[in-house]
């Protein structure tokens, strides 16, 4: 039984976003690096997914375990219509993994060995920090409890409201009960599953994320891309002259919300924007997309959230200077709507 | 607007103890708006300038400030920063521009010298340490978790309050969520001795501060109502917590867990009230049926 969680966990981390991004990907999207899109954005997807239910049952006082089942649903119904969607275009998943590998040039494999050895050490390794009650005690009350936020994961106390002493940011991002829900289903203990087993998965996905951005600045070119890959490395792992980096936060504590938002979600509004730049326009799918990365961060932090959204507004607007289409910024308000009803919920119970 | 620029100047030193990276990104947006050959080039130049520009104007400062904490976490605001991306892209764009190879090979030297000079790495700040658990927790708080569960299986006692040390009462609820955290929420010392002298004062001991008052730490603990305490050897309090009812339940060398069993939660001891209550009542009801027995 365990041997099959094992699997089941490991196909949920590696297969399983690739396939849930076909509701919403068409096939040959980012070219060669397809699949690598399909990777990060399923992830963001999947955090997406969870962040509504997750608060409403956070503020109605429900347990983890609704919460699972619903999560569950909805994920169920979106890799139906994703099955759905691939078995009418045909897309092939391993004939988009085959092109990416058959094209690797020398730098890819150079940069893509470093941020495999850094996951290695991710995994291996140890790093400790203070924030982490934030996410691990509120994911392990929550699993031993089968509760959410009724207790102060931190020392353990009883909260007579939804949300007391310090914890109301975790109203509006409750990236928690991700941890608690995946270690609930896989069988695992949050301490494990965020100190050990995701973080190399974690470090992988931030790369990728460095990977699809060179992909995109260089128009396809992989052996720049490599070059890009191998530097944004260099990059990183030099940034520790500061404690405060996104970088740094990036490469020592991966599992915590805020990392992920400074590692993936900021860089792929980047990369969306960049796409949208170059294409000369933004069509409704471009919307959904930017509104998935806008909610993921949400799942992550509500801080995070309000940096996402500023991006984006920033970014839409240069994009819209750049190509003189009111059109591009008019476009991005909608997604910005999402991170706005975090703020406000973090503003309100802060 | 003072306290904006305080916030800036602050937040810089703090991102920036070295300005070299500063100094690498502003170089590299100027590069990229010089050559503006592309609209990528374009949209990173503009970005990174906007942001860079609006990081250092105290009015946006002072406008970003509530929503970051009061600024005390303006440096995140840097995060929206792509230094990862553009230092990068200028690199890469750099290195490209000749068509002969060994001065590509030689500016891409050149650059990753930069860059590593510029920086500080990870792996050499002795960040990462080997992993002694899957955990990843400290090895005492993983083997206080473990003790207390195994207390609480043995002896059918639910309640668990533990008074621990910063780090061991910070972690062990990741591990366990089966003790609440006495001390855990009174890191904050200087608020904490202002406000709380006496949980100050405990909070202090339980760190392996020497004191000549223990035995105020140990009756506060009681008191408090924690019937588990980590106590470092060295902190001097074993006489006074076998006076006060504690037991060695671990000994861990330099530090040791204590148990008493006799010490309840609220609920535990309101719930032995109301029993002794019944139980007296109960008893005499029986006296005065005796009682009437005999008279009759």
């Known amino acids: ?350 | 607007m003072q306290k904006a620029i305080e916030i800036i100047i602050s937040t810089y030193k703090d991102v920036f103890p070295r300005p070299f990276y500063l100094l690498y990104t502003v170089a590299a947006i100027v590069f990229l708006l010089v050559r503006r050959k592309s609209s990528h080039e374009k949209l990173m130049g503009l970005y990174s300038a906007t942001i860079l520009l609006l990081f250092f104007l105290p009015p946006f400062a002072y406008l970003a400030a509530p929503f970051l904490r009061d600024g005390d976490v303006y440096w995140r605001y840097l995060w929206v920063l792509p230094i990862v991306v553009i230092l990068p892209y200028a690199a890469v764009l750099l290195i490209s521009r000749s068509p002969r190879r060994i001065i590509n090979a030689a500016v891409c030297v050149l650059l990753a010298a930069a860059l590593m000079f510029g920086g500080r790495n990870l792996y050499a700040a002795g960040v990462f340490h080997k992993a002694t658990s899957r955990e990843k927790v400290l090895d005492h708080t993983l083997v206080t978790a473990r003790v207390i569960e195994e207390n609480i299986e043995q002896t059918g006692h639910r309640y668990a309050y533990l008074a621990a040390p910063f780090q061991v009462s910070h972690e062990i609820r990741e591990v366990s969520s089966a003790p609440r955290i006495y001390s855990k929420r009174y890191f904050d010392f200087t608020y904490l001795k202002e406000n709380y002298p006496i949980r100050y004062y405990n909070v202090r001991v339980l760190n392996g501060l020497q004191t000549d008052e223990q035995h105020k730490t140990v009756r506060n603990l009681k008191k408090r109502r924690c019937n588990y305490i980590y106590m470092p050897t060295g902190a001097g309090c074993d006489e006074d917590l076998v006076k006060y009812g504690y037991e060695v339940i671990f000994d861990g060398g330099a530090w040791k867990i204590w148990y008493n069993p006799k010490v309840l939660g609220k609920k535990e001891a309101k719930e032995k009230k109301r029993k002794k209550a019944e139980q007296k009542k109960a008893l005499e009801a029986e006296q005065s049926k005796a009682l009437q027995a005999e008279k009759s």
């Open chain 1, 1 to 350: 039984m365990q041997i099959v969680r094992v699997v089941l966990f490991i196909l949920f981390l590696t297969i399983y976003p690739p396939v849930i991004s076909c509701a919403f990907l068409p096939p040959r999207k980012n070219g060669a690096y397809t699949i690598v899109l399909r990777w990060c954005f399923g992830w963001c997807l999947i955090y997406a997914v969870l962040y509504w239910p997750a608060v409403i049952c956070i503020l109605t006082r429900r347990s983890l375990n609704l919460l699972i089942a619903v999560w569950g649903i909805l994920l169920l119904v979106l890799t139906v219509y994703a099955l759905w969607k691939i078995r009418r275009r045909g897309i092939g998943l391993f004939g988009e993994m085959r092109e990416y590998l058959s094209g690797l040039t020398f730098p890819e494999i150079a940069a893509s060995a470093a941020v495999l050895a850094h996951a290695a050490v991710t995994a291996f390794m140890m790093h400790i920090d203070g924030d982490d009650y934030t996410y691990v005690a509120n994911a392990t009350t929550s699993l031993d409890t089968n509760t959410l936020l009724r207790y102060n994961g931190g020392i353990g106390k009883y909260l007579s409201k939804y949300a007391t002493e310090g914890l109301n940011r975790l109203v509006a991002a409750p990236h928690f009960t991700y941890y608690a829900a995946v270690s609930k289903v896989f069988g695992t203990r949050p301490a494990p599953l965020c100190h050990t087993y995701l973080p190399p998965f974690f470090t992988c996905l931030c790369f990728a994320s460095l990977f699809l951005l060179g992909y995109e600045l260089f128009r396809g070119d992989r052996r720049k891309t490599g070059l890009f890959a191998v530097f944004a490395f260099l990059v990183s792992i030099f940034s520790y002259y500061s404690v405060y980096t996104a970088q740094t936060f990036m490469l020592i504590r991966v599992w915590q919300g805020k990392a992920q938002v400074a590692g993936f979600v900021i860089p792929m509004i980047l990369w969306l924007f960049l796409v949208l730049i170059r294409k000369g326009s933004m069509e409704k799918a471009d919307v959904l997309m930017l509104a998935v990365f806008l909610e993921a961060s949400c799942l992550l932090t509500a801080m995070g959230a309000l940096l996402c959204a500023g991006e984006a507004l920033v970014l839409s607007v240069i994009a819209a200077l750049i190509l003189k289409q009111k059109k591009l910024f008019l476009y991005t308000l909608p997604a910005l709507l999402l991170p706005l009803a975090t703020a406000l919920i973090y503003l309100k119970y802060n």
